[in-house]
């Protein structure tokens, strides 16, 4: 079991930058691929970024490549997700997620690859 829990999000104004951090504790380590999923309000929850085990690995959206770069610290259990030129249509809940079947080199990006979430930040982009 894992526990996760999101900080760092807010109001930003467009073009502007934000740092999503996910502090994860009980069977933590590098056991994990962890991603970062966000969900607007009347749309389906998906993911932005991964990242493998290993660190060596990531997925991106094609919605925020160049733009998001997600990082983990295995010493430290926290998962990071650097937001820059945020867009208004980046407004959504973001949650972080650990995958804990995944091979070490895998970073997925589907949801259902995910069984542990935690509770969500809600990030807002004003234009």
């Known amino acids: 079991q894992v526990q996760l829990v999101e900080s760092g999000g807010g109001l930003v104004q467009a073009g502007g930058s934000l740092t999503l951090s996910c502090a994860a504790s009980?069977?933590?380590?590098?056991?994990?691929?962890m991603g970062w999923f966000r969900q607007a309000p009347g749309k389906e929850r998906e993911c932005v970024a991964a990242?493998?085990?290993?660190?060596?690995?990531?997925y991106s959206a094609e919605s925020v490549k160049g733009r998001f770069t997600i990082s983990r610290d295995n010493a430290k259990n926290t998962v990071t997700l650097q937001m820059n030129s945020l867009k208004p249509e980046d407004t959504a809940v973001y949650y972080c997620?650990?995958?804990?079947?995944?091979?070490?080199?895998?970073?997925?990006?589907?949801?259902?690859?995910?069984?542990?979430w935690g509770q969500g930040t809600q990030v807002t982009v004003s234009s």
């Open positions: 997620a650990a995958n804990p079947g995944a091979r070490s080199w895998y970073a997925g990006r589907w949801e259902y690859e995910y069984d542990y």
């Open positions: 009980g069977r933590t380590g590098s056991n994990y691929a």
């Open positions: 990242i493998s085990r290993n660190g060596d690995n990531t």
